[in-house]
């Protein structure tokens, strides 16, 4: 149980163009999922905290127009990258919080590689 | 922000060795996690910790939440070559929403 997937695995796109990226729990309900970048041998950065039918809350240094977060429902959620510049060039990983009780565990999605070129 | 102090960074070892690493951090943590990860893939769950002085086996893995809620260490007992990977910990702050806060990794290397 508790199974977390991403698609697209990996999306190589140009420079100024809008990537969209999915993560979905597939076998239980998250009322919150997390988006996180990591840079190669880097450790895994908050970006955002997707709370379903309410607005994403980013951490600061994170742009909220550039990186578009849905969650319309208790199984999806969705990252836009906007405008994409090779900056943005990262591996970009979802997570999804089993809530209830004393309890608190994320599971993680295996991640999307995005380039843009 | 908040940091958790992972080490060691790096770690190259013999099949068959014990491993040792762990976590700090200035600040209290109502949780520890520690995760793997693989290369191209996302963190998998190996233990959860979630009172002061639990100590947590997984198989090989030992985990345990220090007293002061501030530190936590993960064991692998006779490592063999698919244990390499990046290892993370991860702690839960109080009233911090319980996001989670990821230590740098340790990277493990086993040579057959």
């Known amino acids: 149980g508790a199974v977390v997937s991403q698609h697209p695995s990996w999306v190589i796109c140009k420079s100024g163009t809008s990537v969209k990226i999915e993560c979905r729990s597939l076998?239980?309900?998250?009322?919150?999922m997390f988006w996180y970048r990591q840079f190669p041998k880097q450790s895994l950065m908050l970006m955002a905290t997707s709370n379903e039918g309410s607005k994403a809350t980013y951490e600061q240094g994170v742009e909220k127009d550039k990186f578009l977060i849905n969650h319309a429902s208790l199984t999806l959620s969705t990252l836009t990258v906007t405008s994409a510049h090779p900056e943005d060039s990262s591996f970009y990983i979802c997570?999804?919080?089993?809530?209830?009780?004393?309890?608190?565990?994320?599971?993680f999605g295996p991640g999307t590689r995005l380039t843009v070129t | 922000g908040q940091q958790l102090n992972q080490s060691p960074q790096s770690m190259f070892i013999q099949e068959g060795e014990d491993v040792s690493m762990n976590c700090t951090s200035s600040?209290?943590?109502?949780?520890w996690l520690w995760y793997k990860q693989e290369p191209g893939e996302g963190p998998v769950l190996l233990i959860a910790l979630y009172k002061a002085g639990e100590l947590t086996s997984n198989g090989r893995l030992t985990a345990q939440f220090g007293i002061t809620r501030k530190d936590s260490f993960l064991n692998i007992s006779a490592s063999i070559p698919s244990d390499v990977g990046i290892y993370f910990c991860?702690?839960?702050?109080?009233?911090?929403?319980?996001?989670?806060?990821f230590g740098g990794g340790t990277r493990l290397m086993v040579k057959p």
């Open positions: 997570s999804a919080r089993l809530a209830g009780g004393p309890k608190y565990e994320q599971y």
């Open positions: 076998d239980f309900q998250a009322t919150t």
């Open positions: 600040s209290i943590f109502n949780t």
């Open positions: 991860a702690g839960q702050l109080l009233n911090a929403g319980n996001m989670l806060t």
